[in-house]
């Protein structure tokens, strides 16, 4: 049995499991026939790689292929949407990608506090069972895959942040300090910000909400600026590197991008910074504040200086998109197989 951890965000799907990591943006196209598939020359930092899968008869690109290969694209903002057209793709595509041959999985996923009562046992349903996946490589080879996911485990997805904290890899309780205290967890993602306070373990219903200040939000004020500039509408899963670089290039133009986006930046921050400050107006006695999220890496330094009270420094250099995911699966091993010794090779 393999434990898997599953986050899908609405900007990037996020697995862990079984000592590899897989990330990809939340967009699927319809799958074309590529009739040059060769890389033109060998170009050995290529991270993006050929995701293609069948799903229910269906062909997509998924991730960064579909961005670049398909005519027609899907990718949205809406819960209901996401979930009923979304969700069951990304997360099997990510799970056939991650378990060799036909290994059982128990997948701990998640959904944002906002829509976690409503839609945990549809999303739970919709995973679990024996699903048939093609995986078809960069080459037009296919390889029919059956996933079976055994269990499935539905949390609000800044726990996956508090799990990551709180246990080490085998699952057992690492850091005791945040069994005893009174955490505020601020998960800033794509298009959701997460709100939520552990208590002593305990979790605040009062002090857990899930509002629409997601980096999208920031994203959206660049890309209006950059259509009445310069006539391209750029979606908004396109900025993350012109943003992270500063500048973006269109149709030969170079647009700098570095004063705009401190500003809106800003302005998010003081609005996500505003949610904190009404949402845990009672809970004044928090021993500490966790950001985190891939959002919350980038608004980190708007935001820590605008937080009243200790902010948990978190390991920099890390990839925080991976945060939940990471604490999904030290949950799921938690759950099925604490105390068991780590899967060796020879097990897979
Ligand atoms: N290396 C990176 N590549 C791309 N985006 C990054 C990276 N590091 C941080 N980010 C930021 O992370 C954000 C996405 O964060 P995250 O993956 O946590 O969101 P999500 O979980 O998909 O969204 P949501 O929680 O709203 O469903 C991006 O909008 C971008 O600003
Ligand atoms: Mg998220």
Do not use: C
């Not at 609000?156 to 904290?165: D, I, K, M, Y």
């Not at 945040?178 to 955490?183: D, F, G, N, Q, T």
């Amino acid at each position: 049995m393999e434990i898997l951890g599953i986050d899908i965000g609405f900007g990037f799907t996020k697995a862990t499991g079984g000592g590899q990591d897989l990330v990809f943006k939340s967009v699927l196209g319809e799958s074309t026939d590529i009739q040059f598939r060769e890389e033109m020359l060998a170009a050995p930092d290529h991270d993006d790689e050929h995701l293609q899968v069948e799903v229910d008869g269906k062909s997509y690109f998924v991730g960064e292929l579909a961005e670049r290969q398909s005519n027609v694209r899907f990718f949205t903002l809406d819960q209901e949407q996401f979930i009923g057209k979304f969700a069951k793709v990304l997360a099997l595509s990510a799970a056939a990608r991650m378990v060799k041959g036909f290994v059982p999985i128990n997948l701990v996923t998640g959904l944002p506090i906002g829509s976690y009562r409503k839609h945990k046992d549809e999303l739970a349903k919709l995973l679990v069972g024996e699903h048939k996946v093609t995986l078809v490589d960069a080459d037009g080879r296919r390889d029919e895959k059956s996933v079976s996911i055994n269990k499935v485990r539905v949390i609000p997805q800044p726990f996956g942040s508090l799990f990551n904290l709180m246990l080490n890899d085998l699952g057992e309780m690492g850091d005791k300090r945040l069994v005893r205290e009174k955490i505020g967890l601020i998960d800033v993602g794509f298009r959701t910000s997460d709100y939520t306070i552990s208590d002593k373990m305990r979790y605040s219903e009062r002090g857990s909400r899930t509002t629409d200040s997601g980096i999208a939000r920031a994203f959206n004020v660049i890309s209006t600026k950059l259509r009445e500039n310069s006539g391209v509408n750029v979606e908004l899963y396109r900025l993350y590197e012109a943003i992270d670089r500063g500048s973006i290039k269109i149709r030969g133009k170079v647009y700098d991008l570095k004063s705009l986006t401190d500003q809106v930046f800003g302005q998010l921050a003081t609005t996500v910074a505003n949610e904190v400050d009404r949402l845990w107006v009672d809970d004044w006695d928090i021993d500490a504040m966790v950001i985190t999220g891939g959002g919350g890496a980038v608004l980190a330094k708007y935001l820590q200086p605008l937080l009243n009270g200790e902010v948990m420094a978190l390991s920099p250099g890390e990839d925080m998109r991976m945060y939940n995911v990471r604490g999904y699966r030290k949950f799921g091993q938690h759950l099925w197989a604490r105390g068991a010794a780590p899967a060796t090779p020879a097990e897979s």
